[in-house]
């Protein structure tokens, strides 16, 4: 089965720390995965996209790396501020699979003043 | 902004009751989505449509029907609500590679 895993499902750490969110993936034959970021009571942003053929994405302070080998990617925020606190999602959308996405459940990023 | 919007933004019906939730577009993207949003299950695609007419089921259909008769709306009913459909329902386009995605509706079935 094609599944999405995130681990932690929440994370805590003071401002200016730089942090890695992970997502893996039971499926390396994946056409692209992206990174959105979730306020509560909000919709979704996206904030990066990764395509099969790329290995990572850069956007100001975020990178996403991807390793489809391993069945993995990562979302590296460097100096990480309070503002950057939300839930941050990453979904995949297989090779088999058509447009559809499937979701990780997300983790949960607080960032302390 | 992806020039998305959805309708209502919050409706509060009971059991029983057929239910009819619209998305929008301001561009004419082909491809369109409905995602339900749950605690412990994230975000599962319902029904996505890949132009006038044309639809197909996701991974939790059942209980849903989907329609698009123009390009720039997508509507999803639930025919009898029940209260295992009280969710928040996200609708999505797919200009390209990347899908962006609506402000959401919060629906609670009583």
């Known amino acids: 089965k094609q599944e999405v895993t995130q681990i932690p499902a929440a994370l805590s750490v003071p401002e200016g720390e730089n942090l890695v969110l992970n997502c893996s993936f039971t499926?390396?034959?994946?056409?692209?995965l992206q990174w959105f970021r979730q306020d509560p009571g909000k919709g979704l942003t996206s904030l990066l996209l990764?395509?099969?053929?790329?290995r990572e994405q850069t956007s100001g302070r975020l990178n996403a790396s991807l390793d489809k080998s391993s069945g993995r990617s990562t979302l590296y925020i460097a100096a990480s501020q309070p503002g950057d606190s939300a839930t941050y999602l990453c979904?995949?959308?297989?090779?088999?699979?058509?447009?559809?996405?499937?979701f990780g459940e997300g983790t949960q990023l607080t960032v302390n003043p | 902004d992806a020039g998305i919007t959805q309708s209502p933004r919050h409706k509060v019906t009971e059991t029983g009751t057929p239910v009819t939730l619209r998305c929008h577009q301001t561009?004419?993207?082909?491809?369109m989505y409905w995602y339900r949003q749950d605690p412990g299950h994230g975000l599962r695609l319902i029904h996505y449509?890949?132009?006038?007419?044309?639809?197909d089921k996701g991974e939790v259909s059942d209980g849903y029907s989907v329609s698009r008769s123009k390009t720039e709306d997508f509507l999803l009913t639930l025919e009898s609500a029940t209260s295992s459909q009280t969710s928040v329902y996200f609708c999505?386009?797919?200009?390209?590679?990347?899908?962006?995605f609506g402000p959401g509706t919060r629906l609670t079935v009583t």
């Open positions: 999505a386009i797919s200009p390209g590679p990347e899908q962006y």
């Open positions: 990764i395509q099969s053929s790329q």
């Open positions: 449509s890949y132009g006038v007419k044309d639809t």
């Open positions: 561009e004419n993207h082909r491809y």
């Open positions: 499926d390396s034959a994946i056409y692209n």
């Open positions: 979904a995949v959308r297989w090779a088999t699979s058509g447009s559809r996405l499937t």
